[in-house]
């Protein structure tokens, strides 16, 4: 019975930012649990090639070219991957601007706006418009990516911290207003995470240990670590868990 619960078979998932890195082991984790997963990105080659290995391992992908930049951007995803009654039952919202390293005074009002625009505004119009689909098919499972910068302060990254924050309470915020439609509302916040995002961070000795040496666990992090986590959140396995954040971090926060 264990492993039936954590079983997505019949489902569709909607993954942002899912060319690569974690988006893309998100992708992945979900369609090896048996979900149908719809990758999107702004860049086909990535996409593609997710979609692709996907369908190698036996698993049913679509790539679909789309960004959450704006809520015109969005609207466009938002038909391309629904059409006509075509359903979402997972959504994961990954996508995210890397994030501008500088001390908050240095910050330009176009930097800070176009992180949260991307981060925080586009994640919510995205989140709204396939919350309301799921309203009303009563059920749905929406998790956010945020950051352990959500809950601990990480210096020269003012807004991307920010967005994440905000994007944590957010979570909480529609977990509790749409908990009696069916619909379930986490997040997972990874730590540092070995991506492309953090290469410059693993390639610098003295930053790689830094992390390592602040990380309990003493390493970074693998994307299929976070792919796992997402998978459980939406699974049945976890359906009387909402409005939680679920660190997979190596132990970052604890300390």
């Known amino acids: ?9 019949g489902r569709r998932a909607l993954v942002t930012g899912g060319g690569r890195g974690i988006g893309r082991a998100c992708a992945q984790a979900l369609a090896q649990a048996g979900a149908e997963v719809v990758v999107v990105s702004r860049t ?3 996409i593609d090639e ?10 049913k992908a679509t790539a679909i070219v789309g960004d959450i930049s704006s809520l015109e951007a969005v609207n466009e995803l938002v038909e391309k991957v629904c059409g006509v009654n075509q359903k979402v039952d ?5 996508a995210a601007i890397s994030p501008i390293y500088k001390r908050g005074d240095k910050v330009k009002p176009e930097e ?23 309203i009303a098919a009563q059920t749905g499972t929406i998790i956010n990516l945020t950051s352990v910068g959500a809950e ?6 003012t807004a991307y911290t920010a967005s994440k924050a905000a994007l944590g309470e957010l ?45 309990p666990m003493g390493r970074f992090g693998r994307p299929e670590e976070v792919g796992a986590a997402v998978v459980f959140l939406a699974s049945d396995a976890a359906s009387y868990i909402t409005g939680h954040t679920l660190f997979v971090d190596g132990g970052w926060t604890s300390v």
């Open 1 to 9: 019975m264990v492993p039936s619960l954590f079983s997505l078979n």
């Open 44 to 46: 086909q080659a990535q």
């Open 50 to 59: 997710t979609a692709a290995n996907i369908i190698q391992q036996g698993g």
């Open 90 to 94: 997972i959504l994961v919202n990954n």
């Open 112 to 134: 800070w706006d176009q992180i949260l625009q991307t981060n925080l505004h586009g994640t919510f119009y995205l989140t709204q418009a396939i919350g309301k689909c799921m």
């Open 152 to 157: 601990r302060a990480l210096a020269n990254l």
């Open 171 to 215: 979570t909480r915020t529609l977990a509790v207003e749409w908990a009696r439609q069916g619909i379930r509302v986490n997040a997972v916040a990874p730590g540092y995470i070995a991506t492309e995002m953090t290469a410059g961070i693993q390639e610098n000795e003295r930053l790689r240990q830094g992390v390592e040496n602040r990380t």
